[in-house]
T-cell receptor, first 116, second 108 residues
Framework: DTGVSQDPRHKITKRGQNVTFRCDPI?????LYWYRQTLGQGPEFLTY????????KSRLLSDRFSAERPKGSFSTLEIQRTEQGDSAMYLC??????????????FGAGSRLTVL | AQRVTQPEKLLSVFKGAPVELKCNYS??????LFWYVQYSRQRLQLLLR??SRESIKGFTADLNKGETSFHLKKPFAQEEDSAMYYC??????????FGTGTRLQVFP
């Protein structure tokens, strides 16, 4: 296990096209998170899963965004009808879930999206 | 509202100088605070968390609930400390809320 893997690393698309990103978390981690990061900003929370259940979704996430984790392992983040404002780095992270809290997130390298 | 504020976008120091990266938070409950670091061309990674009360790479951070701060400190900066530093808060749910980050530049 080499950590959290994200694919593709870079995606260039035209406005209006759909894109999908994939994240493979650390195998024993049952929590998976998606963040978005734009230039000069910190990571911004999008959504997270515990196993296959989507537990929280940011209000910033429009209806064009959807995330799934069908078998509680890998996850996909799809953006429909992309807009130039969607250009960002999309980060995936995973963590074990510990009742006592203080779960540490392990991040992937990110998927950079450029919408022309 | 849950918020993390890092007032400095850039902090430049010379090697051997003390460093303090500021972080203030807004949270109504009992927070969990973290510092994450991103070195050039590397992934975002955990540096330290307040509950561990640990020193990592010479860095320490003390949670001050009265001032709602969690400043990151190091007495003698090294060139290899140059990186982006993000303060993060875990609030009511399990997500982390990040600040905008501070770029630390350590000159030789």
């Amino acid at each position: 296990d080499t950590g959290v893997s994200q694919d593709p690393r870079h995606k260039i698309t035209k406005r209006g096209q759909n894109v999908t990103f994939r994240c493979d978390p650390i195998s024993e981690h049952n929590r998976l998170y998606w963040y978005r990061q734009t230039l000069g900003q910190g990571p911004e929370f999008l959504t997270y899963f515990q196993n296959e259940a989507q537990l929280e979704k940011s209000r910033l996430l429009s209806d064009r965004f959807s995330a799934e984790r069908p078998k509680g392992s890998f996850s996909t983040l799809e953006i429909q009808r992309t807009e130039q404002g969607d250009s960002a780095m999309y980060l995936c992270a995973s963590s074990p879930w510990v009742i006592s809290g203080a779960n540490v997130l392990t991040f992937g390298a990110g998927s950079r999206l450029t919408v022309l | 509202a849950q918020r993390v504020t890092q007032p400095e976008k850039l902090l430049s120091v010379f090697k051997g100088a003390p460093v303090e990266l500021k972080c203030n938070y807004s949270y109504s409950g009992s927070p969990e605070l973290f510092w994450y670091v991103q070195y050039s061309r590397q992934r975002l990674q955990l540096l330290l968390r307040h509950i561990s009360r640990e020193s990592i790479k010479g860095f320490t951070a003390d949670l001050n609930k009265g001032e709602t701060s969690f400043h990151l400190k190091k007495p003698f900066a090294q060139e290899e400390d140059s990186a982006m530093y993000y303060c993060a808060l875990r609030g009511h749910t399990d997500k982390l809320i990040f600040g905008t980050g501070t770029r630390l530049q350590v000159f030789p």
